[in-house]
């Protein structure tokens, strides 16, 4: 079993910086993938991120590209996501979720394990 907590949410102002933090314990870090997903109230979960097990290979969203830096330390068994240039449309809580293969995937059927999830709110 994978437990998965993340940290590092908060208030921002729009253009502000972020960094996202995940920890796992429960399982070897470094075999399997993960990724990022968000969440507004209301509205589907969608996904943000991914990266395979050591890092190598990472894939994000159109809608953070060249603005979210996906990251893992398989040394400190922690993800990073390091958000630039945050925009109001970025509001939403963000889960990380750990997957049962080493290369990632796209869709949340594919992420067996998920953190509790950590709220950003990016104000104008």
């Known amino acids: 079993q994978v437990q998965l907590v993340e940290s590092g949410g908060g208030l921002v102002q729009a253009g502000d910086s972020l960094r996202l933090s995940c920890a796992s314990s429960?399982?070897?870090?470094?075999?399997?993938?993960m990724a990022w997903f968000r969440q507004v109230p209301g509205k589907e979960r969608e996904f943000v991120a991914a990266?395979?097990?050591?890092?190598?290979?990472?894939f994000l969203a159109d809608s953070v590209k060249g603005r979210f830096i996906i990251s893992r330390d398989n040394t400190r068994d922690v993800m990073y996501l390091q958000m630039y240039s945050l925009k109001p449309e970025d509001t939403a809580v963000y889960y990380c979720a750990g997957a049962s293969t080493l290369d990632y995937a796209l869709g949340e059927g594919d992420y067996p394990y998920w953190g509790q999830g950590t709220q950003v709110t990016v104000s104008s």
């Open positions: 429960g399982r070897t870090f470094s075999s399997y993938a």
């Open positions: 990266i395979n097990w050591k890092g190598s290979s990472t």
